[in-house]
C-alpha cells in the first residue's frame, strides 16, 4: 500500500491572529515542525524539532473540529514539506480562508493561487538575509502581504532600499500587492520609535505589533 500523506506537526490551536492585516481575527493555525532558517530572534524555536507524524485527513479533521473559517499555515516553515502544498489546497477546497506564513527562502510557485502568502523577508539584523529567494516577488498578487521583521535601524534602512528597489511600493499603489507591513521584534525597538521614522519618511508601510503577546504572556505557546 502507498503511505499515507502526512506532516509533521508541532501545534494545532485556536487562537487570535496576531500580525497581519488579518491581526485580531479569529484563526485556526497548524504549526508545521522544521525550519532551514535560523533567525537570531526567533520566537518558536521549539517548532524545529519534535512534533507529531499526522495524516492530512487528521490535521484536515481536527481544523474543521474548531469551526472557524480562518486557517494559518505557519512554523518553522511550512513549505519545505511537499505535503504542505497539498493541506493547503485541501483545506481551501472545504472553504477555509487560508493563510500560509512563509520566510520567502523557499520557492512558492507551487502554491495553490488561492492562498494568502505572508513573505517574511529577512532583514540583516536576522542573520539570515542571504537566504531570501528574490524571484519569490514574481509570484505576488493583491492576495499577499510582505513583511519586515526589524531589529534596528539599519533594518529600517535596509527594508526601505528593498522597498524601493523593488518596487514594491508601486506594486502595492497599484494593487498588485495586498499589504507591506513592518514588524519590530519584541523587546528590541520600542514602536513609537519605529512610529516616528515611518511618519519622517513618509513611506507607505504599516506598523504591526504581535498582538498575542500584548494579550497573553510573550512565552506562552498555543496562543
Same mark, same amino acid.
Given at each position: %500500500?502507498?503511505?499515507?500523506?502526512?506532516?509533521?506537526?508541532?501545534?494545532?490551536?485556536?487562537s487570535i491572529?496576531? $500580525?497581519?492585516?488579518?491581526?485580531?481575527?479569529?484563526?485556526?493555525?497548524?504549526?508545521?515542525?522544521?525550519?532551514?532558517?535560523?533567525?537570531?530572534?526567533?520566537?518558536? $524555536?521549539?517548532?524545529?524539532y519534535?512534533?507529531?507524524?499526522?495524516?492530512l485527513?487528521?490535521?484536515v479533521?481536527?481544523?474543521?473540529?474548531? $469551526?472557524?473559517?480562518?486557517?494559518?499555515i505557519?512554523?518553522?516553515?511550512?513549505?519545505v514539506h511537499?505535503?504542505?502544498?497539498?493541506?493547503?489546497? !485541501?483545506?481551501?477546497?472545504?472553504?477555509? /480562508?487560508?493563510l500560509v506564513?512563509?520566510?520567502?527562502?523557499?520557492?512558492?510557485?507551487?502554491l495553490d493561487p488561492?492562498?494568502?502568502k505572508i %513573505?517574511?523577508?529577512k532583514?540583516?539584523?536576522?542573520?539570515e538575509?542571504?537566504?531570501?529567494?528574490?524571484?519569490?516577488?514574481?509570484?505576488? /498578487?493583491v492576495?499577499?502581504?510582505?513583511?519586515?521583521?526589524?531589529?534596528?535601524r539599519?533594518?529600517?534602512?535596509?527594508?526601505?532600499? !528593498?522597498?524601493?528597489?523593488?518596487?514594491?511600493?508601486? %506594486?502595492?499603489?497599484?494593487?498588485?500587492?495586498?499589504?507591506?507591513?513592518?514588524?519590530?521584534?519584541?523587546g528590541? !525597538?520600542?514602536?513609537?520609535?519605529?512610529?516616528?521614522? !515611518?511618519l519622517?519618511?513618509?513611506i507607505?508601510?504599516?506598523?504591526?505589533?504581535?498582538?498575542?503577546?500584548?494579550?497573553?504572556?510573550?512565552n506562552?505557546?498555543?496562543?
Amino acid at each position: %500500500m502507498p503511505p499515507v500523506p502526512s506532516l509533521r506537526i508541532t501545534e494545532i490551536f485556536h487562537s487570535i491572529q496576531g $500580525e497581519s492585516t488579518w491581526s485580531g481575527t479569529p484563526c485556526t493555525f497548524v504549526r508545521l515542525t522544521g525550519c532551514p532558517l535560523r533567525c537570531v530572534w526567533c520566537d518558536t $524555536e521549539y517548532s524545529f524539532y519534535g512534533g507529531e507524524l499526522l495524516a492530512l485527513d487528521d490535521i484536515v479533521a481536527e481544523v474543521r473540529s474548531i $469551526e472557524t473559517n480562518l486557517v494559518e499555515i505557519t512554523g518553522g516553515e511550512p513549505l519545505v514539506h511537499p505535503n504542505a502544498f497539498r493541506l493547503i489546497e !485541501i483545506l481551501l477546497n472545504d472553504g477555509f /480562508t487560508v493563510l500560509v506564513e512563509t520566510s520567502g527562502a523557499v520557492d512558492v510557485a507551487p502554491l495553490d493561487p488561492r492562498a494568502h502568502k505572508i %513573505m517574511d523577508l529577512k532583514c540583516p539584523g536576522s542573520g539570515e538575509v542571504e537566504k531570501n529567494l528574490w524571484k519569490n516577488l514574481d509570484q505576488l /498578487t493583491v492576495r499577499d502581504e510582505v513583511k519586515f521583521v526589524v531589529a534596528d535601524r539599519a533594518d529600517y534602512e535596509w527594508t526601505k532600499d !528593498i522597498i524601493s528597489k523593488h518596487q514594491l511600493d508601486i %506594486m502595492l499603489k497599484e494593487r498588485r500587492l495586498g499589504a507591506l507591513l513592518i514588524s519590530p521584534v519584541w523587546g528590541s !525597538i520600542d514602536l513609537a520609535i519605529v512610529a516616528n521614522w !515611518i511618519l519622517e519618511d513618509n513611506i507607505s508601510i504599516r506598523l504591526q505589533t504581535q498582538l498575542h503577546k500584548h494579550i497573553w504572556d510573550p512565552n506562552t505557546r498555543g496562543v
